[in-house]
Antibody, heavy 126, light 111 residues
Framework: QITLKESGPALVKPKETLTLTCTHS??????????VGWVRQPPGKALEWLAL???????RYNPSLTDRLSISKDSSKKQVVLRLTDMESADTGTYFC??????????????????WGQGARVTVSS | QTVVTQEPSVSVSPGGTVTLTCGLT?????????PSWYQQTPGRPPRTLIY???FRSSGVPDRFSGSVVGNKAALTITGAQADDEGDYFC???????????FGPGTTVTVL
């Protein structure tokens, strides 16, 4: 069973850098086809995809936020870390990490998030 | 910039059937982009319902089904129940570089 849990500060000041950690279990980044992503949701608004990191270390970012985002993984700690610089009020919301099903053991391609963390609420305020 | 479209809100009677759609402002066929569907209720993380157009995620009741309607991906709820109320988001994978784009969501009301 795949589980993910987000952790990080609940309150961040404007201009600061947000660092969120996703601690996971039930899969290994050494396995081909594994990927983890981050998705956020401002209060009362839609979900927004932020970033992905693949088993091979490849990274992908939302084009509208690429200058402010970075994602990394520590396979030994089973953690994925997201950093978002220059925080502003529009970045307030709940941040989810999610396991991405990229392809399965039969080689069938998939492109969907099949497991989600509970989310971490982040407020940007001075 | 390609945008994903969804109905803002729909309502359905208990036991009724409702279809939500997911399209692209470019007019391209959404079914080409691995559409997946997620249900979300207030204060909860998304729940994966459907992937690759019409495959149900593990544990999802068969009253939820995915299909293609014209050039749009579709999610149908057959025999709607009160706990089907919530927001439903579709997601399209537009390519390894562009990656994922979420739709604005459809709020489903059962009344």
């Amino acid at each position: 069973q795949i589980t993910l849990k987000e952790s990080g500060p609940a309150l961040v000041k404007p201009k600061e850098t947000l660092t969120l950690t996703c601690t996971h279990s039930g899969f290994h980044f050494g396995t081909s086809g594994v990927a983890v992503g981050w998705v956020r949701q401002p209060p009362g608004k839609a979900l927004e995809w932020l970033a992905l990191i693949f088993w091979d270390g490849d990274e992908r970012y939302n084009p509208s936020l690429t200058d402010r985002l970075s994602i990394s993984k520590d396979s030994s700690k089973k953690q994925v870390v997201l950093r978002l610089t220059d925080m502003e009020s529009a970045d307030t919301g709940t941040y989810f990490c999610a396991h991405l099903n990229w392809y399965d053991s039969t080689g069938t391609h998939h492109r969907f998030f099949d497991a989600w963390g509970q989310g971490a609420r982040v407020t940007v305020s001075s | 910039q390609t945008v994903v479209t969804q109905e803002p809100s729909v309502s359905v009677s208990p036991g009724g059937t409702v279809t939500l759609t997911c399209g692209l402002t470019s007019g391209s066929d959404a079914s080409d982009y691995y559409p997946s569907w997620y249900q979300q209720t207030p204060g909860r993380p998304p729940r994966t319902l459907i992937y690759n157009i019409n495959f149900r995620s593990s544990g999802v009741p068969d009253r939820f089904s995915g299909s293609v309607v014209g050039n749009k991906a579709a999610l149908t709820i057959t025999g709607a129940q009160a706990d089907d109320e919530g927001d439903y988001f579709c997601v399209l994978h537009l390519g390894r570089d562009t990656s994922f784009v979420f739709g604005p969501g459809t709020t489903v009301t059962v009344l």
